[in-house]
């Protein structure tokens, strides 16, 4: 009998020590975020139940989708402080459509990401042929999309259907609906686009864009691509909200908070702010442990006023540790590129 492993089991090895080192971010999300909502679970006063698991999944879906849609954009080197914009401006549209008959709910869904996905493609023009910087072209378009949501909300409100919000914002057993379209988004929308063609685009504009350029990447189709599908991610979002809420209300604020919690969701989650190097699982992780630390606040009966300001420290701390990477940058304006 050989004293050496053989080459297969070696290469299994190997393989599996590429796969830990290369997911030791988001696996190390993954064990934070189930020590927190663990120690969240033991401190309820009332105990668990279906209701508050739906309603944790219900939160935190909601800005794991948010922040689905910022990574695209991170991952190119970019940034889009448009999707919480995209988020109360398509709110604000299904608030006035998603109603009615089986088909005119259908067709009340499918015009809110027709509209979340339009507003994508204006940042992608504006980015790509327009040849602005991320940074100043989506914070633009973010106050273009403010307006047009006090044009479909003008007053805080809202008609939508309530057995079919109540249904979507409900559980099958005790397993969310909301956790289960995350899913199967996951699935069928991240899985496929890591190996397609485009997804690799993505990651080798935001790893190095000129060796990019050079290799015959369309650097420009993959940016695009990136804030389509940016716009895709936060119109569900948006309509996510409108189920939950079953309103919507065009506040800027709203819009800053959902697109601010987005960036750190992402940094928490791994993913570079000078892209590259991440991916939406990562991001969802850090949007479930940003929620957490508010729902343990509050089960640890935090003084309210303390609540955002320790918030607002984590913000910081997260976002800050995400743009380390700067101080080893020569050239400054390599960062605003």
Same mark, same amino acid.
């Given at each position: 009998?050989?004293?050496?492993?053989?080459?297969?089991?070696?290469?299994?090895?190997?393989?599996?020590?590429?796969?830990?080192? @290369?997911?030791?971010?988001?696996?190390?999300?993954?064990?934070?975020?189930?020590?927190?909502?663990?120690? @969240?679970?033991?401190?309820?006063?009332?105990?668990?139940?279906?209701?508050?698991?739906?309603?944790?999944?219900?939160?935190?879906?909601?800005?794991?989708?948010?922040?689905?849609?910022?990574?695209?954009?991170?991952?190119?080197?970019?940034?889009?402080?448009?999707?919480?914009?995209?988020?109360?401006?398509?709110?604000?549209?299904?608030?006035?459509?998603?109603?009615?008959?089986?088909?005119?709910?259908?067709?009340?869904?499918?015009?809110?990401?027709?509209?979340?996905?339009?507003?994508?493609?204006?940042?992608?023009?504006?980015?790509?042929?327009?040849?602005?910087?991320?940074?100043?072209?989506?914070?633009?378009?973010?106050?273009?999309?403010?307006?047009?949501?006090?044009?479909?909300?003008?007053?805080?409100?809202?008609?939508?259907?309530?057995?079919?919000?109540?249904?979507?914002?409900?559980?099958?057993?005790?397993?969310?609906?909301?956790?289960?379209?995350?899913?199967?988004?996951?699935?069928?929308?991240?899985?496929?686009?890591?190996?397609?063609?485009?997804?690799?685009?993505? @990651?080798?504009?935001?790893?190095?864009?000129?060796?990019?350029?050079?290799?015959?990447?369309?650097?420009?189709?993959?940016?695009?691509?990136? @804030?389509?599908?940016?716009?895709?991610?936060?119109?569900?979002?948006?309509?996510?909200?409108?189920?939950?809420?079953?309103?919507?209300?065009?506040?800027?604020?709203?819009?800053?908070?959902?697109?601010?919690?987005?960036?750190?969701?992402?940094?928490?989650?791994?993913?570079?702010?000078?892209?590259?190097?991440?991916?939406?699982?990562?991001?969802?992780?850090?949007?479930?442990?940003?929620?957490?630390?508010?729902?343990?606040?509050?089960?640890?009966?935090?003084?309210?006023?303390?609540?955002?300001?320790?918030?607002?420290?984590?913000?910081?701390?997260?976002?800050?540790?995400?743009?380390?990477?700067?101080?080893?940058?020569?050239?400054?304006?390599?960062?605003?590129?």
């Amino acid at each position: 009998m050989s004293e050496f492993p053989s080459a297969s089991l070696m290469a299994r090895r190997a393989s599996l020590s590429y796969w830990l080192h @290369y997911n030791a971010i988001v696996l190390l999300a993954a064990l934070i975020f189930i020590a927190m909502f663990a120690v @969240y679970l033991i401190l309820l006063p009332r105990g668990i139940s279906t209701g508050i698991m739906v309603t944790a999944a219900n939160k935190g879906v909601l800005l794991a989708l948010v922040a689905a849609a910022q990574t695209f954009p991170v991952l190119t080197g970019g940034i889009d402080l448009s999707v919480g914009a995209i988020v109360i401006m398509t709110n604000c549209l299904a608030s006035n459509y998603v109603n009615g008959n089986p088909l005119h709910i259908a067709e009340g869904c499918a015009l809110t990401l027709i509209c979340g996905l339009a507003g994508g493609a204006i940042n992608a023009l504006a980015v790509v042929v327009g040849r602005l910087q991320p940074i100043i072209a989506t914070l633009a378009s973010s106050t273009v999309f403010y307006g047009i949501s006090l044009l479909f909300r003008p007053e805080p409100g809202g008609d939508v259907d309530d057995d079919f919000a109540s249904f979507m914002t409900g559980a099958i057993g005790w397993i969310p609906i909301s956790l289960i379209i995350l899913c199967a988004l996951l699935l069928l929308v991240w899985l496929p686009f890591r190996t397609s063609m485009i997804g690799r685009s993505i @990651y080798a504009v935001g790893s190095a864009e000129s060796a990019a350029y050079m290799s015959g990447i369309h650097v420009g189709r993959a940016k695009a691509a990136s @804030y389509i599908l940016a716009g895709f991610f936060s119109a569900i979002a948006g309509l996510l909200l409108t189920l939950i809420s079953e309103s919507a209300q065009a506040s800027m604020t709203n819009a800053g908070d959902l697109t601010l919690n987005s960036i750190a969701a992402v940094v928490i989650g791994g993913t570079s702010l000078f892209g590259g190097v991440g991916g939406l699982p990562g991001s969802i992780l850090g949007a479930f442990i940003l929620r957490t630390i508010g729902d343990l606040l509050f089960v640890l009966n935090a003084p309210a006023l303390w609540q955002p300001l320790f918030q607002g420290v984590v913000l910081l701390v997260a976002v800050g540790l995400g743009a380390l990477p700067l101080l080893r940058v020569r050239n400054r304006l390599e960062a605003f590129r």
